[in-house]
């Protein structure tokens, strides 16, 4: 199934906000219902494609058949940019600007070949796609020709499990509940659970360096990876013989996180842990954000670490979104301080431990122990935040995220300054918002800070939040952070990544994708800029 055109996931999961967040948005932030946009996907207006017969012809031959090359209005608009709160905005008023000229299904990795080198010869562009679930631009190219969506879903299989060295092969378009049920079914999880999990893909995970939700105990999906195929124009790349190595720099890292830019992906290779016999959550309060973070500091760095670890701060816990289907209910409303989830999976003998000792260390820090319904509804609802966010863009409001991470001694700062960015800047442009946080994955030496940004949605919803994600990204790289912990980078982030990495970083970068895509084809303008 594919996702809503207009929105996040299933159709028929989309719920109305209760009247009493409506009521809430209405009196705390100024939000009125506006005028609807386009209602269906019909009424959507998108030119002819560009492409003629014999680039048509050309792509066909090489995935099998026209029934593989679709040029159809409905398909071009699946595959128009990704699933951030201004490409919704902008495709539920109609504008098709970034809409690909033909959407393209390879059904393997020496097709995939053939079709980068169609569109080198025919002046094409080329991005891959997966779930398309990018929420920074990965899906837009600044592209100065036609492109087409190289639509990866054809590659779907679970090619071999290794038990003896715990290995499983993927290709890059399972989504990651089918991923899940394959391992599953002989005795495996690879634990990567990200809030994106029901629509994302094995070829995203790696290509944007993604970070699952149970990343304390599993790690995050860059630590998984041990090989990699990828096809690009000039050729084909296979890294990973062994699970570390010291002949060179590691290939793998520079391909990870590289969203397409170097290359697509057409196989992972990953490593699989035993499916757990127990999964347990469970919640905490603590009275305020920073004694929350120094419990989760000395789990992360002394032990024993969690599986799940997450912390709210005192606004996102006081409105209830650690648990989404608890928005309204006023539960949230009757919490006060700071909701951290504790998650454990494993064995039954393990989870007992480890809940026992953590639970030790977290109440010396000043936690109360809040039973495990809190835990077991944030796990029944851990996908569904999307879905509230399509609820307040139908109302009104303006909803968005955006991630960063750094070292602990940084992160009180950084969470301060990212804070007031956006608070300043939103409420100058006359829609004040509200700002929530959590910290949502926690390593030995640093944290994720995962914001939240809801407001009223002004005169032109789109350029106001452009303003307001200038000056966060501002404030992330002036306090320390680093500009991308999951996202990734796309276009959306592009210019700060540069600042990230320096010039000298950049043109190094450059050189990589000179090498492997030298008539610039993939993806121009995400994560470098267009030379």
């Not at 054809?154 to 090619?159: A, E, I, P, S, W």
Request: proline fraction near 6%; charged fraction near 20%; glycine fraction near 12%.
């Amino acid at each position: 199934m594919d996702m809503l055109w207009s929105g996040w996931g299933d159709p028929a999961k989309a719920a109305p906000l209760p009247d009493a967040v409506t009521g809430l948005l209405r009196d705390l932030l100024g939000v009125t219902r506006r005028e609807e946009g386009i209602a269906s996907l019909d009424a959507v207006e998108v030119p002819a494609s560009p492409l003629g017969a014999e680039a048509l012809a050309a792509l066909a031959d090489c995935v099998g058949g026209a029934a593989h090359v679709d040029t159809g209005a409905e398909s071009r608009v699946r595959h128009t940019r990704g699933k951030s709160t201004p490409d919704l905005l902008r495709i539920r008023a109609g504008d098709t600007a970034d809409t690909p000229a033909a959407v393209v299904l390879p059904g393997s990795h020496d097709e995939v070949l053939a079709v980068l080198r169609v569109c080198a010869e025919q002046g094409l562009s080329a991005v891959p796609f997966g779930g398309g679930t990018s929420v920074v631009g990965g899906l837009a190219p600044e592209a100065k020709r036609p492109f087409v969506a190289l639509d990866l879903r054809r590659l779907d299989r679970l090619v071999r499990v290794d038990d003896v060295s715990r290995t499983a092969v993927l290709e890059p378009g399972l989504r990651g509940p089918r991923c899940e049920a394959l391992l599953n079914e002989q005795g495996w999880t690879l634990g990567h659970f990200p809030q994106s999990f029901e629509w994302a893909t094995v070829g995203g995970f790696a290509a944007a360096r993604s970070s699952g939700q149970a990343s304390a105990g599993y790690g995050r999906f860059d630590e998984m990876v041990l090989g990699l195929t990828v096809a690009t124009p000039e050729g084909t790349l296979e890294t990973g013989r062994a699970p570390r190595s010291a002949a060179g720099p590691d290939l793998r890292q520079l391909l990870l996180g590289s969203e397409g830019a170097f290359g697509v992906i057409t196989a992972v290779t990953v490593r699989i842990r035993p499916l757990p016999e127990r999964r347990t959550y469970e919640g905490w309060r603590f009275p305020s954000f920073e004694a929350g973070a120094a419990a989760l500091r000395a789990l992360a760095q002394d032990g024993p670490r969690p599986t799940v670890l997450r912390l709210s701060d005192e606004t996102e816990t006081f409105i209830g979104l650690a648990q989404p289907d608890a928005i309204g209910s006023g539960d949230g409303a009757a919490a006060a301080g700071c909701m951290a989830i504790a998650g454990y999976e494993g064995t039954a003998a393990d989870t007992a431990e480890r809940r026992e000792k953590a639970a030790a260390v977290l109440t010396a820090l000043g936690g109360e122990f809040i039973g495990a319904e809190p835990g077991e509804r944030w796990a029944h609802g851990r996908y569904d935040a999307p879905y509230l966010r399509d609820a307040l863009l139908d109302a009104g409001a303006f909803a968005e995220t955006l991630e960063t991470a750094a070292f602990w001694s940084d992160v009180p700062g950084l969470y301060a300054a990212v804070r007031t960015a956006l608070t300043d800047t939103l409420t100058a442009g006359g829609t004040p918002p509200l700002v929530m946080c959590h910290i949502s994955h926690v390593y030995e030496n640093g944290a994720s800070l995962y914001f939240t940004v809801v407001s009223a949605q002004g005169e032109d919803a789109v350029a106001h939040w452009d303003t307001a994600k200038r000056a966060a990204n501002e404030a992330i790289l002036a306090a320390g952070g680093t500009i991308s912990h999951h996202h990734g980078v796309g276009t959306d982030h592009r210019d700060w990544y540069a600042r990230e990495v320096g010039p000298l970083g950049v043109r190094m970068l450059q050189a990589v994708k000179a090498e492997t895509d030298p008539a610039g084809v993939l993806s121009p303008g995400v994560l470098l800029p267009v030379r």
